[in-house]
């Protein structure tokens, strides 16, 4: 599965007992956050070794434009234009 964000404990699940082999994803939880977009702060990392679901993990894949897409996002939904 490819992904914005860093998936939450929900959509980690999900992925586990869809018996995904591998998420890669760009932002992280607290990218996130620091947009308002609150989430379990519960890394995928840590559910990945707390389930010993061994789901191939590829982070931080163009986490500074997907950032830059958090902030736009941000910036449109606070009504001030992009
Ligand atoms: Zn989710």
Do not use: H, T
Request: proline share 5%; hydrophobic share 45%.
């Amino acid at each position: 599965m490819y992904s914005s964000c860093e998936p939450c404990p929900m959509c980690f699940a999900a992925c586990v007992w869809a018996k995904m082999a591998k998420i890669v994803y760009a932002c992280r939880i607290e990218d996130a956050d620091k947009v308002g977009i609150r989430q379990i702060p519960i890394p995928s990392s840590l559910m990945n070794q707390l389930r010993r679901s061994n789901v191939d993990l590829v982070v931080d894949v163009l986490r500074d434009e997907g950032v830059k897409l958090f902030d736009a996002w941000r910036r449109k939904s606070m009504g001030s234009g992009v």
